[in-house]
């Protein structure tokens, strides 16, 4: 199973860029990398995903290095909306007993 | 929009009750997941079911028994709750194969006195 390791807390001021790094070793060839952002008495929601380079959608960007051991999220301009807890998952859905949430980094953003 | 429901949001029990945690789909989704969230352990996997009356353990099975008899319901049953199983419970859903994503419920918090 692929380890993950995610700082636990970052803050950031409105208005920066925020830069999330999730840590996964012993990624699996077949493994993909997704990002997830939880609200307090929520479920996760799926913000982004990818398997390597870059992806970018309309909320964040998702860079993966050629070696895949690591991914960063990157959140451009962040807004008070966006405290919240960020987990990254690696794994396969093929296999999806085997894919490994990372322990979440709770993010604030101050005014 | 994927809905995942889960019957109670929040549950008080006492030790040694029975406890059963309700989940349906409405998106046809093959695969569903039981979650368990606490503070500074992320979330951990209890079981997975990939089809009807399918099921498999996920990494913290043990206190835990899952049915599933239909495709869109996935119930997670503590035959005999402790205090230790006072959580919060996410179920989840997601199509087969490929990366796959996860479409969460707004999860359940139990209780166990």
């Known amino acids: 199973l692929a380890k993950t390791t995610q700082p636990i807390s970052m803050d950031s001021y409105e208005g920066q860029e925020v830069n999330i790094t999730c840590s996964h070793n012993n990624i699996a060839t077949n493994d993909y990398i997704t990002w997830y952002q939880q609200f307090p008495s929520q479920g996760p929601r799926f913000i982004i995903q990818?398997?390597?380079t870059k992806v970018t959608n309309e909320v964040a960007s998702l860079f993966i290095p050629a070696d895949r051991k690591s991914s960063t999220l990157s959140l451009p301009r962040v807004s008070l909306s966006d405290t919240a807890v960020y987990y990254c998952l690696v794994g396969d859905n093929t296999n999806a007993g085997k894919s490994t949430f990372g322990d979440g980094t709770t993010l604030t953003v101050k005014p | 929009d994927v809905k995942v429901t889960q019957s109670s949001r929040y549950l008080v029990k006492r030790t040694g009750e029975k406890v059963f945690l309700e989940c349906v789909q409405d998106m046809d989704h093959e695969n569903m997941f039981w979650y368990r969230q606490d503070p500074g352990l992320g979330l951990r996997l209890i079981y997975f079911s990939y089809d009807v009356k399918m099921k498999e353990k996920g990494d913290i099975p043990e206190g835990y028994s899952v049915s599933r008899e239909k495709k869109e319901r996935f119930s997670l049953i503590l035959e005999s709750a402790s205090t230790n199983q006072t959580s919060m419970y996410l179920c989840a859903s997601s199509l087969p194969g490929g990366p796959g994503e996860l479409f969460f419920g707004e999860g359940s918090r139990l209780t166990v006195l």
């Open positions: 990818g398997y390597k």
